[in-house]
């Protein structure tokens, strides 16, 4: 019963390769979310997805494509990995946007 | 950077006593936010203020926002060794689902 879940949690790859990162809410909520979270504890946002539309691309290298398939997922790959890459990608989701959040539990990635 | 700020950027106290912690943002705002993240988990929402109220209080937790300075503080009064966390601030802009957060504060409650 878990409200917003990430999988995998550990993703561990070489550089160059493809990766993909999914997420699932089941709080019914409108809006989701994807933050990276760098070695410093900064918190970034990168996409924000409002029933299945995309309403927030920061600047993120387009090697990072979200994909909405329904409200509940918001999934994310990423293209020809790179060292910089390597981080904690979480997911969030809120009922409305900018209200409260609620985070998945973050895929740690290491790019080698 | 749009990045807010917080001070300080770690805090160490023995439990019983209070935590304060200061946050600034850049942009006008819709609400301010503050969340918990334990080491190693996600962040988990603790309380949220408008930016026509000043002060807002949840169990041991009193958050106060000042939008003529752009800054907000949240008190942990009490604190409790489960209290050791990084808390992070969260000012959505006007106008915009977007949140940017502040670089966070490390509290560390000593038994």
């Known amino acids: 019963d878990t409200a917003v879940s990430q999988t995998p949690k550990y993703l561990v790859t070489q550089m160059g390769n493809d990766k993909s990162i999914k997420c699932e809410q089941n709080l019914g909520h409108d809006t989701m979310y994807w933050y990276k979270q760098d070695s410093k504890k900064f918190l970034k946002i990168m996409f924000s997805?409002?029933?299945?539309?995309?309403?927030i691309n920061e600047t993120v290298p387009n090697r990072f494509s979200p994909k909405s398939p329904d409200k509940a997922h918001l999934n994310l790959h990423i293209n020809s990995l790179e060292l910089g890459d390597s981080a904690v990608y979480f997911c969030?989701?809120?009922?409305?946007?900018?209200?409260?959040?609620?985070f998945g539990p973050g895929t740690r990635l290491t790019v080698l | 950077s749009q990045q807010g700020e917080e001070d300080p950027q770690a805090l160490s106290i023995q439990e019983g006593e209070n935590a304060t912690m200061n946050c600034s943002y850049k942009?006008?705002?819709?609400?301010l936010q503050w969340y918990r993240q334990n080491s190693g988990r996600g962040l988990v929402h603790l309380i949220l203020i408008r930016s026509n109220e000043r002060e807002k209080h949840s169990g041991r937790l009193r958050v106060t926002l000042d939008t003529s300075k752009k800054s907000s503080s949240l008190l942990i009064t009490a604190s409790r060794a489960a209290d050791t966390a990084s808390y992070f601030c969260?000012?959505?802009?006007?106008?915009?689902?977007?949140?940017?957060f502040g670089t966070g504060t490390r509290l560390k409650v000593l038994a």
């Open positions: 942009t006008s705002i819709n609400n």
């Open positions: 997805y409002n029933n299945k539309e995309l309403i």
């Open positions: 969260a000012s959505t802009a006007e106008g915009t689902y977007k949140y940017i």
């Open positions: 969030a989701s809120s009922q409305v946007g900018g209200n409260e959040q609620f």
